[in-house]
């Protein structure tokens, strides 16, 4: 765990340079360049923030998440700031999330005959190693940020359009036998939406979020919101 944690600081200090980087020398114009619409001004930003942290259930029916500590990432893919005044902005952006929700070793995920529904088993008589359901999310967020110096204060509203979430495992049965699993397609809520606060210094941030409705619907999944709280690297740069 204290490995994994360090390279995910290590990649939250310098992902969002190496993917500037590259990114600018494949697009043919300058991705920080800026143009005025009336009297305010328009900037275009790719690749602006990336973020990690734990996010851990609320409301959750069922007894093993609600004490599930789990993780998201996610990274900016392109951000539009317009200006209002001197140190405030409107932010609209599309931003790729990537939220894991684990068990411990006496649990699993499992799925329904038809693989379209997904709960929480024991584990019965398999050695778990891993057992991890995994969705993906496009996200739109509309937000508004005021600076103050080097410290920056933005608050987000987001549209979240989920993919098919997947289950990702690791066990060893009774025989001794190594057995791996992927299952894909496990259908989400296709929409949902959440808030964001972040206070950052010097492009350095926390960040608390809060899912406003269950990533499944009723009979399909487990039904809990989600509430999260990390760093956010890149804001304010």
Not at 141 to 159: K, T, Y
Not at 207 to 226: C, H, I, K, S, W
Request: proline residues 3%.
């Amino acid at each position: 765990m204290k490995k994994r944690i360090f390279l995910l600081a290590i990649l939250l200090c310098t992902a969002p340079g190496l993917l500037a980087q590259e990114f600018s020398e494949r697009v043919a114009f300058d991705s920080s360049a800026d143009f005025s619409i009336g009297e305010g001004t328009i900037s275009f930003e790719p690749l602006s923030y990336i973020g990690w942290g734990y996010h851990k259930p609320v409301e959750a029916m069922d007894y093993t998440l609600q004490n599930a500590i789990n993780d998201e990432f996610f990274l900016n893919i392109v951000e539009l700031r317009a200006s209002l005044y001197d140190r405030g902005r409107i932010t609209l952006g599309v931003d790729w999330d990537r939220d894991c929700y684990r068990l411990d070793r006496s649990f699993r995920w499992v799925t329904g005959e038809d693989r379209k529904s997904v709960a929480i088993a024991s584990r019965g008589g398999l050695d778990i190693r891993k057992s991890n359901l995994i969705v993906n999310t496009f996200s739109f967020p509309l937000g508004f940020e005021h600076e103050m110096g080097s410290w920056l204060i933005r608050a987000d509203v987001a549209l979240d359009c989920n993919l098919p979430a997947k289950i990702r495992a690791k066990a060893v049965n009774a025989n001794g036998e190594k057995i791996k699993s992927v299952v894909n397609g496990i259908p989400t809520r296709t929409v949902t939406y959440h808030v964001t606060g972040t206070v950052s210094y010097g492009g350095l941030g926390l960040y608390f979020r809060y899912n406003l409705q269950p990533q499944f619907d009723e009979g399909v999944g487990p039904q809990f919101r989600a509430f999260t709280i990390g760093l956010v690297w890149g804001l304010g740069m």
